[in-house]
T-cell receptor
Framework: GIQVEQSPPDLILQEGANSTLRCNFS?????LQWFHQNPWGQLINLFY???GTKQNGRLSATTVATERYSLLYISSSQTTDSGVYFC????????????FGKGTSLLVTP | DSGVTQTPKHLITATGQRVTLRCSPR?????VYWYQQSLDQGLQFLIQ???????AKGNILERFSAQQFPDLHSELNLSSLELGDSALYFC???????????FGEGSRLTVL
């Protein structure tokens, strides 16, 4: 099945800084999602982005499907951005259920 | 609020016991997925149902089973529980054809 790799595994930012998280996937995809897992464990949808660029407030994402990667940009980070960011892509071997990367753990300090 | 409802939110039980986790998908979504999140294994896909039928299986143990009922809610049954089954269990639902997943808040299972 599809392999999803995320980098960096850990990131510490000072409030107000910008960052870029990367997701590489091993096969072509027709779906890619980014999620934020907050410190309470909730998985929150950030982007459904099989290709192109989308923006939502201080967050934006770009997927370049032909090169098999996606980027999540966080600008002017806030402490509430802390948590784990996951990207996930469908696995054709399991009915296109999403395979998740191991995540990027982000801590934003005041 | 994703619209996916899971109960219970927390559950503590003993080894050897059996528990049932319940999930109500978003209105109109026919697909339900179950995932397990443990510290050492990350987010693992367990099983998917579509409109009452099993569609795909992932890393689901034989001690675990699931079903989706005519009203589209789903239950995940975990039996002969072991310490290693302690985890956060998520349910997700998705519409067709995008299959964008929306997750519930999870059920945190602790096996003592």
């Amino acid at each position: 099945g599809i392999q999803v790799e995320q980098s960096p595994p850990d990131l510490i930012l000072q409030e107000g800084a910008n960052s870029t998280l990367r997701c590489n996937f091993s096969d072509s995809v027709n779906n890619l999602q980014w999620f934020h897992q907050n410190p309470w464990g909730q998985l929150i949808n950030l982007f459904y982005i099989p290709s192109g660029t989308k923006q939502n407030g201080r967050l934006s994402a770009t997927t370049v499907a032909t090169e098999r990667y996606s980027l999540l940009y966080i600008s002017s980070s806030q402490t509430t951005d802390s948590g784990v960011y996951f990207c996930a892509a469908p696995n054709s071997n399991s009915g296109y259920a999403l395979n998740f990367g191991k995540g990027t753990s982000l801590l934003v300090t005041p | 609020d994703s619209g996916v409802t899971q109960t219970p939110k927390h559950l503590i039980t003993a080894t050897g016991q059996r528990v049932t986790l319940r999930c109500s998908p978003r209105s109109g979504d026919l697909s339900v997925y179950w995932y397990q999140q443990s510290l050492d294994q990350g987010l693992q896909f367990l099983i998917q149902y579509y409109n009452g039928e099993e569609r795909a299986k992932g890393n689901i143990l034989e001690r675990f089973s699931a079903q989706q009922f005519p009203d589209l809610h789903s239950e995940l049954n975990l039996s002969s529980l072991e310490l290693g089954d302690s985890a956060l269990y998520f349910c997700a639902s998705s519409p067709e054809p995008t299959r964008e997943l929306f997750f519930g808040e999870g059920s945190r299972l602790t096996v003592l």
